[in-house]
């Protein structure tokens, strides 16, 4: 007989109000997107800022020079990574890595800035996205050789950079590659690897940099992608900081310094004995240091502001919901008076006429919230994997690009949570309406017209 | 078999005043014809005293119906007579429970009305009474079959009465199964509306201007159906009416005018 009634209801109610059944599925299509999405993309923002760091393990700091800047306006900062690791650089003890960055702003004071850049890869979206520095896009599949023979990085050098170009060489320095580069690159150790930059502009041309691998280092605990102040570090080339200092201090000002100690506890102490060093050779500069904990810090507030924000935009879609299902529900049950009568007539009781309209709203609603978790799924499906053509942003700015980091599982509780909630709402805002018709006298319903 | 036993008995338990008289006595008289003669038959099936009705609109007062007293007993064949206005329809829908009078007594074996909750009221309407009326009120999306069905939807006895074609059988409706209320005639809609007052076999049919909408050849045949089933199916058969022809069919006629019975034919051959 339910299957009877089923087919009754839904061939007579479902599909002559088909206006209204429409409405009310699109409308929970658009709260399940409007729910499901921006969940997701507080879900890859927090997981690429923050879990990504907290996936290190250690405490990392920003040691910076100068005047504070914003650090996540990263687009002035760029960066050689260099190791300490202590056999390299006996200087500073108990640190895992170091990654130096070196300020050419009060060079050419505008966005168009001559980088040298090692040891970040490009693939990943990193720094060396951006404009000019394409020139030093080393890591793609030509601009290195493993075999120290420059025949084709010259070639590619015409095409791209003209032909009057100087190379520069800076002898041979001792480096440790990122795990993602020793299995782009396939160098192993002794192995002598090249990169290409602008030169300081002082000199001109192109500089060349060679550097023997000395090592391979990964960082088992971090998810492939994921980096640390938008580095991806096992993509990273580390050198000592002697060399760098070598390098770059006739022209280049360090500016600021990414230090990662082992623990909690001694974080202080390495960055003051990192800023001590660094005042041997820049003494008139002064230097800030910011911990890991303060870019969480900072990254969960902006997070949480917007969690705050979509709550208020989810609640308020649920009102939105609400109203609307109240206001149909009333114009569907007054349409249908008469029906109820005849029903009533031929034996329906108030609480099968309450059944009816409130398993009709189930149904509707079940429809709309299955479709709509389905289209906000494929809709995130979409967006995270041509969201991969993006470069993932320095600064916590609006960036499709952070769906690739969304955790896909953390979603489902909140998804189940969101659309009960939902499923709970459009059953009540149904029933007031549903009930006050199923109260009518018989007689009167069948009279209504 | 017919109700899942657990469910029978929680009906019986939810709401054991109506279950009595369903199945106890009703219960036989609607859903087993052959049975009528075990009911017992010392009182009436139905009993109206000094029924009222009054709406109130404004200022207004309109007295329906004033101090009606009718009984009427099983397998009767009713005739409800009276002009436009006289309150014919307001007596049926109180006697088929789809309205409640404003004063007095109506009671079914002898169980009074105004005691029964809506659960009770909606099992009568559903397996005593079925209700036949002018407008025909099907539902224009569903075929004659599906909506000669509808009233099993809300019946607790319709696993042996859901005999769909036989009850389109009687109302001479067995040829037009698949057709929607759009595609019949206006006899044939209420041969479909007929059939679905016996889809669950109830024991009185109440047919308010059941041939108001049909010409005279139509009204004919549907009369026709209703003698059948009064003498036939022993189904106690009342109908309101202002047309003689109809009227005609009927063993008793109730005159009403301005609310009150002036004539009552089985009380005339009685005194
Ligand atoms: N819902 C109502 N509100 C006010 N007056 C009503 C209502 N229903 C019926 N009446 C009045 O009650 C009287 C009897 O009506 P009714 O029983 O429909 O008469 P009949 O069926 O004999 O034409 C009429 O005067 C009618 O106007
Ligand atoms: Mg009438």
Known sequence: MNILKSRLLIKNDVMRYKGRTLSIIIIFISIMILGIVPKALYSGIENYYVNGVKALGTNAMIIYTGNTPNFLDINQIYGISFSDISHIDKNITGIKYLTPFIQFASYIPSNNLDVVTLGVNSSYGNIINTGLLNGSYWSSNYNYSVNGTLTKIGSNLNTTFGKNETVYETGIIPCIIGYGIYKDMNASVGQIIYSFSFAPPSIGGIM????????????????????????????????????????????????????????????????????????KSHPDITYTIMTQEGVINTIDNEVNASVAFNLILNALSFFIAALIIFVLTIIAVKERMKEIGILKATGATKYDILMIFLSEQMLITVAGIVIGTLSGFLLLHVIS??????????????????????????????????????????????FYPSYKASCQEVVDSLHSD | MLIPHTFRKGIVYKIDKIRVILWEDIGQVCSMNGYVNTVNKSHKMLKLVNVSKVYTIGKDVIHALENINVDIDHGEFISVVGPSGSGKSTLLHIIGLIDIPTEGKYSINEREVSTFADRDKANLRSELFGFVFQDFYLFPRLTAIENVLVPTIFSRKNAILNNSTNVMKMAKIDNRIDHKPSELSGGEKQRVAIARALI??????????????????????????????????????????????????????????????VEDSKMVNNT
């Open chain 1, 208 to 279: 060349e940099v060679r550097l023997k691998v000395a090592g391979i280092q990964q960082y088992r605990n971090i998810p492939p992608i994921i980096s640390s102040f938008g580095f991806d570090i096992n993509s990273m080339i580390t050198i000592p900081l002697l060399s760098t200092v070598t390098m770059f201090n006739t022209d280049y000002h360090v500016y600021g310094i990414i230090a990662s100690s082992s623990n909690f506890q001694n974080s202080t102490a390495i960055g003051n004995s990192i800023v001590s060093i660094l005042t």
């Open chain 1, 385 to 430: 994997t041509s969201s991969s053509i993006y470069p993932v942003p320095y600064y916590p700015t609006f960036s499709l690009s952070y769906f690739r980091y969304t955790d896909i599982a953390s979603l489902v509780p909140f998804t189940i949570y969101y659309g009960v909630t939902l499923f709970i709402i459009s059953l009540i805002s149904a």
């Open chain 2, 200 to 261: 669950n076999d109830p024991g009185v049919i109440i047919a308010d201007e059941p041939t108001g909408n049909l010409d005279s050849k139509t009204a004919e045949d549907i009369m026709k159906i209703f003698k059948y089933l009064n003498q036939k199916k022993k189904k106690t058969i009342i109908i309101a009416t202002h047309n003689e022809l109809v009227s005609s069919y009927a063993d008793r006629i109730i005159k009403l005018k301005d609310g009150k019975i």
